[in-house]
């Protein structure tokens, strides 16, 4: 089974029941992918898992964010009975994006995360439509495919697309880098935001 906006509701919050069955939460966990784009509403597509950006906790009343790997035990335990339960693939709760902590974050980012509760132990914190867009450029110029047509699902205007570029362009300092950013703007018809590059 695939995650889609028909079942991440309710898959989500049979991790909360595991989670509070450990006896553990609150956990807040911040989402990017393809399974934000489709709670958000902002792509229509099944996705085979949830990318665990970061884990986040209150700091003296503000959001800090802390990689989500190694994940705990108990965590791991609950997601893995969910997954059986659902006929999910293997890791379908992972953190695979959380090296992008340290490469850093779109300006504002966790100004603009969008929090939706599954429970009393489950909180996600979905990267906002212009951090996504910005998260998909940069996947879309470093693996193409489907993060392309996320992309432009995704609908950027001009501004937002400069500025995701601005951003992409302090991921990789690389000129090749740079030469299939702007290739893949102008096949996008973002030529005037390569052209401002």
Same mark, same amino acid.
């Given at each position: 089974m695939k995650l889609s906006a028909d079942n991440i509701d309710a898959i989500l919050a049979a991790l909360d029941g595991q989670i509070r069955l450990r006896g553990e939460g609150p956990l807040r966990a911040v989402v990017c992918g393809g399974t934000a784009l489709a709670v958000l509403g902002l792509v229509d597509r099944a996705t085979k898992d949830v990318d665990v950006l970061a884990f986040a906790r209150e700091r003296e009343g503000e959001i800090a964010l802390e990689k989500a790997s190694p994940m705990p035990a108990w965590l791991e335990d609950?997601?893995?009975?969910?997954?059986?339960?659902?006929?999910?693939?293997?890791?379908?709760?992972?953190?695979?994006?959380?090296?992008?902590? $340290?490469?850093?974050? @779109?300006?504002?980012?966790?100004?603009?995360?969008?929090?939706? #509760?599954? /429970? %009393?132990?489950?909180?996600?914190?979905?990267?906002?439509?212009?951090?996504?867009?910005?998260?998909?450029?940069?996947?879309?110029?470093?693996?193409?495919?489907y993060h392309v047509q996320d992309l432009l699902a995704l609908g950027p205007n001009v501004d937002e697309m400069t500025a995701?570029?601005?951003?992409?362009?302090?991921? $990789?300092?690389?000129? @090749?880098?740079?030469?299939?950013?702007?290739?893949?703007?102008? #096949?996008? /018809? %973002?030529?005037?935001?390569a052209e401002g590059l």
């Open positions: 609950a997601a893995e009975r969910v997954g059986r339960d659902f006929s999910l693939p293997p890791g379908w709760f992972n953190a695979g994006p959380t090296g992008q902590l $340290d490469l850093g974050l @779109p300006d504002g980012c966790i100004g603009r995360l969008v929090s939706i #509760r599954y /429970g %009393h132990a489950l909180e996600v914190l979905y990267l906002h439509r212009i951090d996504q867009i910005h998260f998909k450029l940069f996947a879309a110029v470093d693996r193409g495919g995701a570029a601005r951003w992409v362009l302090t991921q $990789d300092v690389s000129v @090749p880098f740079r030469e299939l950013l702007c290739q893949l703007l102008a #096949r996008t /018809g %973002h030529e005037q935001v």
